[in-house]
């Protein structure tokens, strides 16, 4: 039962995409997040999300975060929602050699350290992808 709710979750996903892209021009384009997640040898949950509507775009698992593994995935968000005005994401290298796709548009690289002080400092670095 839970696999066929996640099919009719993904096909309902799918059949709005163009809704969703013109909510998005309307808004003047999308800011994409992008970020992967794992536990231990587990595939890495990778996932595309608009940043100001909060709204997951492309979800995929992947085995590892290398950029060769992240393009086919960053194709398909281009071609569905097309080019993102900005990227956000952290320095994994997979996804810094990935994102070239997505010629001169802004990006931000976030990342947290710890100081040892039971405080989380957060960066944000801009640059251009070119």
Not at 15 to 37: P, V
């Amino acid at each position: 039962m839970g696999r066929k709710f996640i099919a009719y979750l993904a096909i309902a996903h799918q059949q709005s995409r163009h809704r969703l892209k013109a909510r998005m021009a309307e808004n003047g384009g999308y800011i994409l997040r992008l970020d992967g997640t794992c536990e231990s040898d587990s595939p890495h949950l990778f996932t595309g999300m608009d940043g100001i509507f909060k709204i997951v775009l492309e979800n995929v698992k992947l085995p590892s975060e290398k950029g060769e593994l992240i393009i086919p995935f960053l194709r398909n968000i281009e071609q569905a929602y097309g080019k993102p005005i900005v990227l956000v994401h952290d320095i994994g290298q997979g996804i810094l050699s990935a994102i070239f796709i997505f010629c001169a548009i802004s990006a931000r690289i976030c990342w947290m350290r710890n100081t040892g002080k039971s405080e989380i400092v957060y960066k944000n670095t801009k640059f251009e992808v070119s």
